[in-house]
């Protein structure tokens, strides 16, 4: 049902950069559509649905790909592409990505609190903490030589220890 919702969000994504700063934004939304189709898939249903996790993924998505187009900014404003680091500078852009995952953090936080998970959950999200916080210990405005680590093995740490903490919360509930 919601499949060529997020596809079409996923491929307008790509042209975003041509007319909006907040194009990691757009990716964001399109990816928070994925935990909605799984709830859906399994239930049938949006009853229930824990909308903020959806939130959290949007912010999530939105603080790494603003991390990652720090590669990609000075192209961006040469071209005339618009993005968060082309727009406020790497630095600038990084304080957005902080303040994303902080906010991504949180409301994992309420979904947990929302969903009555129970300490497996949590003991996630000590996991996803830490690996949101070295995300942003190993890379800065100046240094992007390691984003590859950042980008991609925090974000697999963090997807993979959110999934099998929640599994583990409700089937021991």
Request: with cysteine.
């Amino acid at each position: 049902m919601l499949a060529p919702l997020a596809l079409s969000l996923t491929l307008f994504y790509s042209l975003t950069k041509r007319f909006t700063s907040w194009c990691h934004i757009i990716l964001g939304i399109a990816l928070s559509l994925s935990p909605l189709g799984g709830w859906v898939a399994v239930t049938g249903s949006l009853v229930d649905y824990p909308i903020v996790l959806s939130l959290g993924v949007m912010f999530w998505v939105a603080g790494f790909d603003t991390i990652y187009a720090c590669l990609d900014a000075d192209f961006d404003r040469e071209s005339g592409l618009y993005s968060l680091p082309s727009r406020f500078g790497r630095r600038g852009a990084f304080r957005l990505a902080v303040f994303f995952h902080v906010l991504a953090f949180l409301l994992f936080m309420a979904t947990g609190v929302q969903s009555q998970l129970n300490y497996f959950y949590y003991i996630g999200l000590v996991v996803t903490a830490a690996a949101l916080f070295y995300q942003h210990l190993i890379v800065n405005p100046k240094d992007l030589s390691r984003i590859q680590a950042s980008f991609f093995s925090m974000n697999g740490t963090i997807s993979l220890t959110i999934f099998f903490a929640t599994w583990l919360s409700l089937a021991t509930m």
